[in-house]
């Protein structure tokens, strides 16, 4: 049967009707079970504040901003009229993350995208899946675990040791692009103390995962990209168009899955010719291998491990990274505090370097610790957690709430299918908890004799650090990235010397790959230069 064009026409027009007035009537649902909040008004009924937000070079402060004007929780305008409820309140925040993977889920944006991307791991999982999965992979980022990998992290820090040390031979200094260098070292160091896998990449061997994050760093905004994120929680399909990005993310995709297909091949057969000693192994593809195995109660499929691989690789890799690149960005800013740490790391260690333990529980490196957790404070590579609520849920909260009708209250009431968000790098940045100098690069916070802030302290997580979030989806590799990211900077710092191209007032940016990155202003693609000298030249 062929409709007419009118009758198209017709049908399209009822079809529209019905999906309003179901939105209307899901939007008013939860209006009616919600508590009322204040927040800013609507520049737009089809945007909300994404564009607002989304254009700010200090998205965060706009949080903070909102947050001294409408309290700890409120709430702003999203597409298509909806809204979503931003948490800025401490006790709120460890309830939203005590219940995720149960009463807050990912978004259908973000499940989209991951499945797409890594495959329906741990990172996709809700619920007991999630559960499951994260206790099969918990014993590969155990302490003793991390102990026997400190050594790969040095390894990698001490070939690019090589190779600037060979360029510098002949010459007082040399301008290298510092970030190319942490992405090596950060790939690497997975590669090896993950699954026994060398990318080679600090030995110029070719990586098509390397090479894709590389060509994300270059990759120009799309307007049809801007368009699926905007709207991608009401219209998921978005993010399947084949934009550049996306071609770039499948790309990615398959040359992660033909590592790991040749990385768990290998392996099984390994363990299978060690016998009770491959069943006893605890390395990480070790571990993914063993829950294949029908009879484990943490069974997992065969998609799920080559998801676990796939985020592992992209998480060791990108956030490290990152990070360590913007350690070198604010001790190129403040050349006494490089220089202070410096001292420190040539006092403690001379000729040799930390262990694990030494790294991990201070041996004299407490400015290493302070600048480590300084950078993890005003820099995390996740700026936000956003969800949505499967379930009616009501948020305690650690003061009471002025709500817009001026009545006080000491909880918030959400409906199942509110967006909500924590911000975290305006949490981690915010004057209320830090001081206000908070959003200073100032590691000596850590070293006072009265530690932390008391308002700051009544964050939950890592060193009171929403970093590496909390809860069921708290980071598993927090340890690992710990370890990596105070090894390498421990030889970089002793060994050389840094200086950005235009001396500190260097203008940064930022570029989107998988996670936004830093580059020097007017560099093309994630570019970091910096001139660096040997610290005895």
């Known amino acids: 049967m062929i409709l007419s064009p009118d009758s198209a026409w017709n049908v399209l027009l009822i079809t529209t009707a019905v999906w309003i007035f179901y939105k209307l009537g899901k939007s008013y649902r939860r209006q009616s079970r919600s508590t009322p909040l204040a927040g800013p008004p609507s520049p737009s009924w089809l945007f909300g504040v994404s564009k607002v937000a989304g254009n700010s070079p200090g998205t965060s402060s706009l949080y903070e901003q909102w947050a001294e ?88 820090v001490y070939k690019l040791k090589t190779h600037w040390d060979n360029q510098l031979a002949a010459t007082d200094s040399a301008v290298i692009d510092v970030q190319k260098w942490m992405n090596h070292v950060s790939l690497d160091s997975v590669g090896i103390a993950g699954f026994s896998h060398d990318f080679g ?28 994120i905007f709207f991608g929680n009401t219209f998921p399909f978005l ?15 398959r040359s992660m899955e033909e590592i790991a297909t040749v990385l768990l091949d290998n392996t099984r057969r390994e363990m299978k010719g060690l016998g009770e000693k491959g069943r006893e192994e605890k390395s990480i593809i070790g571990l993914l291998i063993k829950a294949e195995d029908t009879a484990s109660s943490l069974q997992m499929s065969q998609e799920e491990i ?8 992209l998480a060791g890799y990108e956030t490290t990274s990152i990070s360590l690149t913007w350690a070198l960005i604010e001790l190129c800013r403040y050349k006494e505090k490089q220089a202070r740490l410096r001292e420190e790391l040539k006092e ?54 002025r709500l817009p009708n001026g009545t006080l209250t000491d909880h918030v009431a959400v409906a199942a299918g509110q967006y909500v968000t924590v911000p975290i790098t305006a949490i981690n940045t915010s004057a209320s908890f830090w001081g206000a ?22 964050v939950q997580g890592h060193r009171h650090l929403l970093t590496f979030v909390d809860g069921p989806r708290m980071c598993l590799g927090r340890g690992f990235a710990l370890a990596e990211f105070k090894a390498v900077l421990e030889v970089l710092i002793k060994n050389y010397t840094f200086e950005l191209p235009n001396g500190p007032e260097t203008t940064i940016e930022f570029v989107r790959g998988v996670l936004p990155r830093p580059r020097v202003a007017g560099e093309e693609g994630a570019c970091v230069p910096m001139r660096v000298r040997r610290v005895d030249a």
């Open 306 to 313: 080559m998801a676990q691989m796939k985020v592992l690789i």
């Open 201 to 228: 990449s600090l030995e110029g061997k070719h990586s098509s995962v390397a090479d894709v994050f590389d060509r994300m760093g270059h990759l120009k905004p799309s307007p049809i990209t801007a368009f699926a």
């Open 239 to 253: 993010w399947k168009i084949p934009t550049p990005l996306r071609r770039l993310q499948q790309q990615l995709n």
């Open 348 to 401: 403690q260690f001379p000729a040799s370097d930390p262990t694990w333990e030494q790294l991990t529980n201070g041996a004299g490196l407490h400015y290493l610790d302070a600048v480590v957790h300084e950078i993890l404070r005003i820099h995390p590579p996740l700026a936000v957690t956003q969800r949505v609520a499967a379930k009616d849920d009501v948020i305690p909260l650690s003061q009471p709430l």
């Open 437 to 458: 100098d908070a959003h200073e690069f100032r590691p000596e916070r850590w070293l006072t004799d009265e530690g932390v802030p008391k308002r700051a302290q009544e």
């Open 69 to 156: 004007q409408y309290g700890a929780v409120f709430r702003v305008p999203s597409a298509f009229g909806s809204t979503t409820v931003i948490l800025t309140d401490p006790k709120a925040v460890a309830h939203f993350y005590a219940l995720e993977t149960f009463t807050y889920e990912q978004t259908k944006l973000a499940r989209v995208a991951i499945e797409n991307l890594f495959g329906r791991g741990l990172l996709w999982a809700e619920g007991e899946s999630h559960k499951r999965q994260r206790k099969a992979i918990s014993p590969a980022f155990s302490n003793v675990a991390i102990r026997r990998l400190t050594s790969v992290f040095y390894d990698s």
